[in-house]
């Protein structure tokens, strides 16, 4: 009888021992994720809290410094040993005073980045239309010693097919044909005005570069037509060499650490507003995503490494230095993959760039993401643009990783703009971010093979002419093939 209740009891712990040990499917571990996420997410009230605490987290101020101690902090909270700060001097540039005449009658105006220190210029303004090359190809001297007046965007009535450029860029042509100085009309109504870097490298530019906004700068195009036009643009702005520090957390990969996978976003803004769209709704929801790994104990077979990019709005400053640092080391191979999260939120998708081996692995995980919630629609696409924190691994050949966005489109209106404040925010939009974005995640660094591998350099040239990235590329001075 006492050989029957202990094997009795013996069949017991068998079986209790077994039950334990059942691996849980991921059906069930996105289930659980998704649940602990929707109870538990800090991503709105963490950014609500830095927006009203903080402000803006330009590059270089005493904001700045701000925005990198409360994220390492946040990241030790939620339970991270390893997190750094990855310290680079950036040229922070900020702005002072400006003024605007068009004939002498003052026109509201807002000063672009990496404009001079110091700037009195009066000219004749040129329209100059999209501000692409062709456009002054039309007349290669007409601008020289003249202001240029272009539009942020591409014109209605242009030519189809037309590929626009970045404000940077058009700031960059402007200077190749002589410009002394460049305007550039807003495309949000309602006399909003943009901001942001007129620089493609970081450095100061010789011009003055100004933002008006659309109501006024359409005018001036009608003007112009019937008349010359002068206008004097007055400046002063400060820049000095600082230190910046990006904000890295590790969680060291169970069975392949050497492999890393990043998930970064910028962590700056702008200072006209708080930043809560560009690019506090992807920095915090990074965040977000970090805290959920630990508390679903989630332990994927890579290393991932969670990064607040600092000086993304300068140049990609952050980005570049920390790639940078990777090649110096020799530990640039080490990273696998990129994904970022720039004004990115409410996912119904995924984007990969990149030279594909397996498409299928992301149509697969997100049906696996959309069994959780159809408002995931698993749509899915493979290109790649520039001037966010993935460029410069992109250019190294790593793959990339984004999220196809389903934001309120009135959020973009506010791009850049005094307009950006924490009240653009949709808590569903940003806890769906960590909640989706957390599978997303687990499913890449966690997976038996990768979908892509680094690509070489050959391949890589080609992937960036494939995506009509090299006429930007050489303009930004990032082109790195020679011909």
Known sequence: MKKIILFTIASLCLCACTETKKQETQAELFARIDTEIQQNSRAYSTLQEASETIGHRLTGSENGAKAEEYTYNLFKEYGYEDVQYQTFEVEAWARGTVALEIDDEPMKVVTLGHSPIKADVTGEIMDLGNGLEADYLEDPDGVRGKIALVYINILEGSPEGLTNL???????????????????????PNGVLLTGTASVTGALIPIPAVCIGMEDGLGLKEKLKKQTVSAYI?????SDVIKARNVVATLQGSELPQEEIVLGGHLDSWDLASGAIDNGIGSFAIIDIARAFKANNLQPKRTIKF???????????GSKYLVNQAIENNTIDSIKYMMNLDMAGNPIG?????????????????????????IYQNTFSNRSGLHSDHQ????????????????DRAVYGCYHSDCDHFDLVNKDHITNTARFGTMMLYGLANAETLPATKMDSETTKQFMIDNNLKEKLIIGGDWKWEE
Do not use: C, W
């Open 234 to 238: 007055e400046m002063t702005n400060k």
């Open 166 to 188: 970045h404000r940077s860029e058009k700031t960059a042509l402007a200077m190749k044909y002589g410009a002394i100085g460049i305007i550039i009309i807003n495309q949000v």
């Open 350 to 374: 995924m984007n990969a760039g990149g030279k594909l081996e397996n498409e299928a692995f992301f149509t697969e995980l997100g049906a696996a993401i959309q069994q959780q919630d159809s």
């Open 307 to 317: 990064i607040m990019f600092m000086g993304e709005e300068q140049g990609l400053l």
């Open 392 to 407: 410069p691994f992109m250019l190294e050949g790593v793959p990339i990783l984004s999220i196809h966005s389903n934001l």
